[in-house]
């Protein structure tokens, strides 16, 4: 851990500052909506912009990277980031706000690509699970310290859209100037869809669902709080605590998820979300439990993420996990595009609980499939099924997807060696 803070550290620290601006004007955006106006519809088509953006730049940053290099992308599209993030209150048009969403999607993306391929040129064979756990970390400290800054301002003014990008500014500056080497570049040609499907199909549907809720939770979690009439600290601690149950329930999901059938563990962990947005869609009115909710959907559907990952890794050869790592996360960010829209056509239909609503259909879509699946396929025996890696969905690009494959296949490796010797 302490080699890969020493050579990583100014990354870390670039992508620390990053998450605070993503996760500050995505909230901030779904509490001026609300002062300026905008519909829930209108808000969730804003908010779904920032996923056909993330999308598109994750298809695309591999070959800008290769023409003009890391350097350059990654100050360039910070910079394009900053810049956006001040155009937001001086033209509070909602196409200007979609565009500006779908532009910081894009230039996100590219960041995160740039960045992850940079985290595991630092990282060795040895430290690379480490790497990813803190990657992880930082992202979800980030996400939370920006709720606890949406409270230093006035929401109707400037100060909360200059203080974003003033971080994402700051976040090139160590990146920039450190002195660790660039790395070289390169990714596996994905698998097609098609093929994934066929692989693994619990996988391939339970991430175009989990996009579906993650980006309902991380696009419209501030629109509901406008929406609902919290005030602006209660908007933020409700939008942090999805991601406080990230965090805390990420590792005990895992360590049960190399000890049992996944496919159990996946039905388990979706029938907790969904109780979550049951207590969500009853208890509203009461703030306290609506932190209840906030902590079991946040808690629950980021861990799935890892656990839908490891579990189509159980049915995929080493040489195939690296290319279905591209196809994994365009499925997952298919779904991220729908459910805002989806979730504010509700909201708009049925009020503040149609945010739960939604997420409450999706969960059980999953537990259904995932009912389903268990009775299709053998149950993989638990000494044969690949290694489950933390991560969090909030930024993760194929590039970070692909780095937890080669982590999952060199620990596969590093124990069947040790069960040979012994």
């Excluded at 059938?261 to 979300?273: E, H, K, T």
Aim: charged share 10%.
């Amino acid at each position: 851990m302490v080699q890969v803070l020493s050579s990583a550290w100014a990354l870390l620290f670039g992508i620390g500052l990053l998450m605070i601006g993503n996760g500050m004007q995505g909230t901030l955006l779904g509490i001026r909506g609300e002062i300026e106006g905008f519909d829930t519809l209108q808000m969730s088509i804003v908010m779904s912009a920032y996923f056909m953006g993330f999308l598109g730049g994750s298809r695309m940053a591999t070959g800008m990277i290769r023409r003009v290099g890391h350097v350059r992308v990654f100050a360039a599209l910070a910079s394009l980031i900053s810049a956006v993030m001040i155009l937001y209150p001086t033209y509070t048009e909602v196409w200007v706000w979609t565009l500006g969403r779908v532009l910081i999607g894009f230039c996100f993306s590219a960041v995160y690509v740039t960045a992850e391929s940079w985290l595991n040129d630092a990282a060795s064979n040895e430290n690379r699970g480490q790497a990813l756990s803190l990657y992880m970390i930082v992202q979800t400290a980030g996400i939370v310290l920006a709720q606890v800054l949406m409270v230093t301002a006035d929401p109707s003014g400037y100060v909360l859209f200059v203080i974003p990008s003033i971080l994402v500014s700051i976040a090139v500056t160590p990146i920039l100037l450190s002195i660790s080497p660039t790395p070289a570049f390169d990714t596996t040609k994905p698998m097609s869809l098609r093929e994934l499907a066929k692989v693994s199909p619990l996988g391939f549907v339970g991430m175009f669902l989990l996009g579906g809720i993650f980006a309902a939770q991380f696009g419209m979690s501030s629109v509901y709080g406008a929406e609902a009439g919290l005030s602006v600290a209660q908007i933020s601690t409700f939008v942090a605590t999805f991601f406080i149950g990230a965090m805390i329930l990420q590792y005990p999901i895992g360590w049960m998820s190399d000890r049992v059938d996944r496919r159990v563990l996946v039905l388990f962990v979706a029938i907790g979300g969904l109780f979550g947005a049951i207590v969500g869609m009853i208890y509203g009115e009461d703030f306290n439990m609506l932190l209840v909710s906030a902590f079991l959907m946040g808690g629950m559907s980021n861990p799935l993420y890892s656990l839908l990952l490891a579990h189509t890794n159980d049915f995929l050869d080493h040489d195939d996990m690296a290319a279905a790592s591209g196809g994994l996360v365009f499925v997952n960010g298919l779904g991220a595009i729908f459910g805002p829209i989806i979730t504010g056509w509700m909201m708009r239909e049925m009020g503040p609980s149609g945010f739960f609503l939604f997420t409450a259909i999706l969960f059980v879509a999953l537990v259904i499939y995932t009912g389903y699946r268990t009775t299709q396929r053998p149950t993989v025996p638990v000494e044969e099924t690949s290694s489950y890696v933390p991560m969090a969905q909030t930024a993760m690009t194929a590039v970070a997807v692909e780095i937890a494959q080669e982590y999952a296949i060199e620990t596969e490796l590093e124990e069947e060696n040790d069960q040979t010797a012994s």
